[in-house]
């Protein structure tokens, strides 16, 4: 019978990373453009998916590391992890790139087109593909 191999993504493990670099879940969050409850989302489900605590959840200033012992034991192989993920990526990751965008109807006649626009102006090898959204039928 094989081995079970937790299933876990790049996003959690980043998430697990800068936590440690910057010692704190604002600063964190920050870092990597989410909320404080996105990175804790991606931090729980990267606990339940190894089955140890990674991070100490009290609130308020902390003196010492935001990881727990299990955390910092495997820090080391987070980031060896996301360093061998960047590398494939970087061998495997000649083709265009796929980016969806989901927004409001507001956001997008008020932001997101001048938003698009740049974007595009930027990186113009960026494939355009525009979907128009899904509609919940009742």
Known sequence: MAERVPSVST??????????RAGSLRTAAIGLHLTEQGLRNRL????TALKVPLYHKQRGPRRRS????????????AVAFLEAARRFGERA??????IHVAATQYLTMYA???AVRRFHRAFPATPRAPQRPHRARH
């Open 44 to 47: 729980v489900a990267l606990e």
């Open 66 to 77: 935001p990881l727990t012992p299990q955390g910092e034991l495997f820090l080391p192989h």
């Open 112 to 114: 997101m087109l001048d």
């Open 11 to 20: 996003d959690q493990v980043a998430a697990l990373v800068e936590l440690a």
């Open 93 to 98: 990751g000649d083709g265009p790139q796929e």
